[in-house]
C-alpha cells in the first residue's frame, strides 16, 4: 500500500504561480512512477504529467507543457507540481498518483494504470 497526501493547493490569479506537493508514504517510493491528474466541474480526470521512478523521464500534458514542471525526491517521498503561467482553465481537483509497470506514454497518460490516489486538492485561477 501506498498513501498519497496532496498539498499546495489554492486560489491564485492568471498569470500566477503554485507548487503543489505530493507525500508519500508506505512501500518504497522510488519503485513508482508518480503523475498528476486533474479533474475539473463536469469532466473527466485528465492526464497533467509524470516523472519516472528514478525522475530521468518526463511526460507533460500539451496543455501544459512549457508551464508546468514535475519533479520529485526520492529521499524525501515527495513529488512535485510546479505551476506557472497559470490560467482559469487551469481550475479543477489535481490528484497525484503512483504507479509500477511500463513506463510508455501511452500507459503513464493513462488514469486506470494508476493503482493509488490521493485525495487531491483544489487549485482555482480567477481571471
Known amino acids: 500500500q501506498v498513501q498519497l497526501v496532496e498539498s499546495g493547493g489554492g486560489l491564485v490569479q492568471a498569470g500566477g504561480s503554485l507548487r503543489l506537493s505530493c507525500a508519500a508514504s508506505?512501500?518504497?517510493?522510488?519503485?513508482?512512477?508518480m503523475g498528476w491528474f486533474r479533474q475539473a466541474p463536469g469532466k473527466e480526470r485528465e492526464f497533467v504529467a509524470v516523472?519516472?521512478?528514478?525522475?530521468?523521464?518526463?511526460y507533460y500534458a500539451d496543455s501544459v507543457k512549457g508551464r508546468f514542471t514535475i519533479s520529485r525526491v526520492n529521499a524525501k517521498n515527495t513529488v512535485h507540481l510546479q505551476m506557472a503561467s497559470l490560467k482559469p482553465e487551469d481550475t479543477a481537483v489535481y490528484y497525484c498518483?503512483?504507479?509500477?509497470?511500463?513506463?510508455?506514454?501511452?500507459?503513464?497518460?493513462?488514469?486506470?494504470?494508476?493503482?493509488?490516489w490521493g485525495q487531491g486538492t483544489q487549485v482555482t485561477v480567477s481571471s
Open positions: 498518483a503512483a504507479k509500477t509497470g511500463m513506463f510508455t506514454y501511452t500507459v503513464v497518460t493513462s488514469s486506470r494504470e494508476y493503482g493509488y
Open positions: 516523472i519516472s521512478w528514478g525522475g530521468s523521464s518526463t
Open positions: 508506505g512501500r518504497t517510493f522510488s519503485n513508482y512512477a
